[in-house]
């Protein structure tokens, strides 16, 4: 409780003490009446009489000059559209362009694109993202968190613009029509703010228009600049979207035997605008068929593994809806809706949704709002009634960029009991509120976070909390961090990922940077981690990791750590996680464990067509060794698409009775992009794990701009490489076509 008050002081001291300022450049944006042709040439007369956003600063490798290869943003509007053009000039010949292919919303390391990013509501907090390559291929998604991390960038958000390029001699150009119905602004706004970062390959660099220091991601929004309006922006009119769907498709299980079935389905979603900043999605019927399956990994720990959300109904605006807690502690996470566990074989399975809404966006600049309601189908053959799932979210911005969120979850029967996860008992419904206080420096040198989380149950049993707080202190050489997190034995979040309760946690992190001023080390340095867990009865799992870091002015990189881990079971564990059902011999709960071993990872220049990453671990574990041999390579045979291979191998020996194992999964993939229009992913995974090998074929045709048509194919072998005899036993097959329409009313 010290320490959380501690951390309470110091997370309002640097939010309202360190007044630190953004030097931010402005670009003007004035209506036009002409015509523009999206054809990437700018060659209409409107583009002559722009004043462009140039004078683009690198972020990598360096940061403390402007590009070498520069890039010039135009911009105009009319009623319907915000129209972006580029010019990126070039050193390099046309044929050293990296196109990783023709596949919209493309993402890595070094492919060459410019990106445009819009925030509206200028809070630096959230940001919609449009790119383009010199093919005209485009991406577009979102930044949520103020774009601090990897994973605070997604593509998985999908809408209606249009956009082309043209390679010329010795720089190419692209126009964008982005329409205003596309994205939330509030009414009436006459500055968004804005940025654009260009990724030119052939000269491994890295630009923004407004300077962005190096130890942050190109598209971290504090770092914007500011779009000027002509005139305060109208309401774009009536915004409705209608997005029905058909699908029909055949599967058969083999594993139980069933006759092959022939399924269908009609059902849509309806997009309105209620404001320009406050949207409502409708959606009856929903199917995920064409969703990409998961990319299998082999699981050695003790816990659940974390897959991201793909869903288009839930991404806008997820994380108003995700963000709360902890990464180990969230009390919502959308993928527990339409997906139920089978308690007999405790197994996933499919749960059928029969609709529901997501209202979500701002009541006005400072003030956001959510909620959600979806109604799953009753599952008789697992004892599962229709239950109904509830969320509403509310984020009130205070300070520059810091904020107060509030959430109550609510998981429902009305007709029947359902079993709930954590006492394995009849139960109705389950409750979870929170409060969080999300801490964010303008400048993003202090970042941090305090929660209290309650869950609510028919048992009552008291501890029924969640709580934690983090403190960051971020520069371009030093990374201070601190984490920690007490959950209560009781605290239940049925529709949250909550990786176990009854456990308490302190993480400290330091890391230091030296950025060399010449040589083939861009930059390098060491990390130390301490990871302490405990409980009522004392310690459970503790952790020393020291790590360092290169990267290289190539892009290649490689980490080296050792770690030093103590571990304390809770509950009965088999480390290969795959024990012998009729002769079960597993670490028994109470028992102490001290090992400690190495891992480490190089990664090759991702520019050249040939690439490869190596991953390698090695050491004590538990009570035996493991070693992990992961590499990957893969083949762009651009602008076509690429072939990658995917391997891990675990080898873990156990002291008899316990068993040992060695674990394979091999995914080898194809992605092949016959146009801008036509994709086609086809990909195989086989694990020895869950002896089972995967086939997955997704043809996806975007016939019209948001709009496709889909064929997926599934298959699934039993596979075992101890046991070549009991191989290629089929489980289960799936043909499935999906059409989906985007209408404008």
Known sequence: MRSSIGIALILLLATSVIAQEISRKTININETDALIKIDGILDEPVWKNIIPAKDFYQTYPYDSSLSNTQCEIYLTYDKINIYIGTKCNDLEPIKKFVILSKRRDFRGSGIESVNILLDPFMDQTNAYSFGINPLGVQKEGLVVNGGNQSEDFSLDWDNKWKGESFIGDGFWTSEMAIPFKTIRFPEGSTKWYFNSYRVDSKTNERATWNRVPRNFRPYSLSYTGELIWDKPLPKPGANVSFIPFISSGINKDFEEGTESSFQSAIGGD???????????????????????????????DRFEIFFPEKRQFFLENADLFAAFGTEDARPFFSRRIGVAIDTSTG?????????????NGKLNRRLRVGLLNMQAAEDKE????????????????????????????NKQSFTDTFTDKLFEEPVKYNRVVGLDYNLASITNKWTGKIFYHHSFQEQKPGKQYAHGASLRYSTQKWEVEWNHT????????????VKRTNINSITPQISYRFYP???????????????YFWNNEGRTDQLMRFSYDIRFQNNASVRISYSNEHTKLINDFDPTRSPDKDNPQLLVAGSDYHYQSYWMRFTSDTRK?????????????????????????????????????DYSYNRIKLPPPFPSKDIHLIGPRVDF?????????????FNTQNENVNINARLQWRFRPASDLFLVYTDNYFFNFEDPNTNWIPRTRALVFKMTYWLNL
Do not use: C, W
């Open 270 to 300: 309806v997009k309105i605008a209620l404001t320009t900043s406050l949207n409502l999605d409708l959606t009856l019927n929903p199917d995920f068929s064409q969703v990409e399956v998961d990319k299998q990994v082999t699981n050695v």
């Open 347 to 359: 197994s996933n399975v499919q749960n059928k949704i029969y609709g529901g809404f997501r209202l």
């Open 382 to 409: 697992i004892q599962l009634p229709s239950i109904n799932y509830t969320v509403a979210a509310v984020q009130q911005q205070v300070f520059s960029r810091s904020n107060v969120s509030a959430f109550v979850v």
């Open 486 to 497: 007490l959950i209560g034995e009781n605290y239940n979040a049925e529709v949250g990922f």
């Open 517 to 531: 001023k010449k040589g083939i080390i861009n930059n390098h340095g060491p990390e130390s981690t301490i990871r």
């Open 609 to 645: 067509l040939f690439s490869y990453e190596l991953k390698h671990s090695g050491g004590e574990y538990f009570n035996g060794t493991k070693y992990e041999y992961s590499p990957s390579i893969t083949y762009r045979f651009q602008p076509y698409g690429s072939l990658t291979l």
């Open 673 to 685: 992009t016959i146009s801008k229009k036509v994709f086609l992913t086809n990909f195989m995974q």
